[in-house]
């Protein structure tokens, strides 16, 4: 979003962390919603980015005079942004689709982030949707999602994988893991078995774990230790410089596997790797722009009349929410 704002200098726009409304809200007092990104753990780690390059904050965009907004995910729209003119950026890889998907799309009533990111695109709240690839257009077209509504334009976190090759990071040659939240997020997660196959595929080289900043790191790190002991653990630092240093890279459910494909690395997922292939986003290092452009014209053309769906109110994603300068 910081990277879009940029490229629209004639906007004057804001920022805000995930946020809840409603009874999610409630939730998220009481600590329930700390495995979200409606948590206070990563909503600490936006607000730090948000101070560290001095970007304006609206928190819940309580403002309210806003032209557009853009946002990362319809999973749930937020009470303030109904019937707001939405542009929706594709964060990045989806949840595998599995029975609640399915569900979610035949009772309409159920809220869709009990299906996780697979129902993306699916609220129809929105004016333009833009996603990474061709073959991610095919998918959401598949999902329900109406073509004339999809731009291709690539995404800003993914759209240029040669930059992470210059970096500090000291390690060369080994074999690098990048595991997932999925236990946090109430998913399944056979860790042991992940464990011992990446020992496998290493076959003796140096193991790098990088953990999921969502994870509970004494937990995933204990078991590190007891199914390769000799692997070095990082529960942070910047996963595409070590993805860019590494020979070969595994991953569970992580759009770190996208970066890996992108520089030619040796890639196993639990995603099928002609499946990650179709997938990878558009390298044109310019999703930015194009999101910009998809956004000016939106501004400058009359406004769709609104979906007949009405959207359920929840957490959402960080959203850039620009107003035009009068």
């Known amino acids: 979003m910081h990277q879009i704002a940029d490229e629209l200098p004639e906007c004057e726009p804001a920022f805000t962390p995930y946020y809840v409304d409603g009874w999610l809200e409630l939730g998220r007092k009481v600590g329930l919603a700390e495995f979200t990104v409606a948590g206070d753990k990563l909503r ?36 303030n942004l109904r019937n707001r003119r939405v542009v929706l950026v594709q964060e990045g890889i989806l949840d595998p689709v599995s029975w609640p998907f399915h569900l979610c799309r035949r009772l309409r009533l ?16 929105y004016e333009k949707f833009c996603v990474a690839s061709d073959g991610y257009r095919d998918l959401f077209i598949s999902h329900g999602v109406p073509a004339e509504r999809i731009a291709v334009t690539g995404i800003p976190n993914f759209d240029d994988c040669r930059k992470y090759l210059a970096n500090d990071f000291p390690l060369h040659g080994f ?24 020992v496998e595929i290493a076959d003796g080289r140096a193991l790098v774990f990088k953990l999921h900043p969502n994870e509970n790191v004494e937990r995933a790190t204990r078991e590190i230790r007891e199914h390769a002991p000799g692997a070095v653990v990082h529960p942070t630092g910047i996963a595409e410089h070590m993805i860019a240093n590494c020979d070969v ?78």
């Open 249 to 326: 890279l595994i991953t569970q459910w992580s759009s770190t596997a996208f970066v890996g494909l992108a520089l030619g690395k040796e890639v196993h997922s639990y995603h099928g790797s002609e499946e990650l292939r179709r997938l990878l986003p558009l390298q044109n290092r310019s999703a930015a722009r194009n999101i910009a452009e998809v956004c000016r014209e939106l501004l400058a053309a009359p406004r769709r009349a609104p979906s007949a769906e009405r959207p359920s109110a929840g957490w959402r994603r960080p959203a850039l929410l620009p107003r035009r300068v009068q």
């Open 175 to 198: 074999v690098l893991v990048c595991t997932s939240d999925a236990r946090e997020t109430f998913k399944r997660d056979d860790r042991a078995a992940f464990l011992r196959r990446a």
């Open 44 to 79: 600490r780690r936006c607000e730090d980015y948000l101070a560290r390059h001095g970007l304006p904050v609206d928190p819940h965009g309580r403002d309210g005079t806003y032209d557009l907004v853009l946002t990362c995910s319809d999973l749930v729209i937020p009470r």
């Open 110 to 125: 159920l809220p869709r982030w009990l299906a996780g990111t697979t129902t993306t695109g699916l609220s129809l709240a």
